[in-house]
């Protein structure tokens, strides 16, 4: 049976901008979203936050949920919570293993991303 691993990504949108982060080692070159995995005894919407504010500085104040995402690798699956940020503050800023940075959402669409696009998709309808 493969392990099932609880997390979490978080859309921070503004002016047509999302934040997104591109790892300095490991997944270099993807794109990613903000997030990660649910820590023990935290709550999804706890995870994003403090994702957030690990992977570019920024603060969330307020959090919408967007759905679900699963995707399956061939040794392990991933459960996303999916959120959008309705509240923030700060801006993106380069951290030890990532940097961040907002980019227009029809860039990101033409980016190589980390993972599947589908939960992005599930956070346009939502716009």
Known sequence: MKKVRNAVR????????VVCIKYKTGEMGYLDIPGGKIEEGETPEEA????????T????????????????????IFNFKVYLATEFSG???EQEENESFFITLD????????????YFKRVEKRL
């Open 91 to 93: 801006i993106p800023q």
């Open 10 to 17: 978080c859309f921070l949108i503004q002016d047509d901008k």
């Open 107 to 118: 860039d990101l669409a033409k980016e190589e991303k980390r993972f599947d696009i589908t």
């Open 48 to 55: 994003s936050i403090r994702e957030v504010y690990e992977e």
């Open 57 to 76: 500085g920024m603060t969330v104040n307020k959090l919408i949920s967007v759905g679900d995402t699963i995707i399956e690798y061939p040794d392990r």
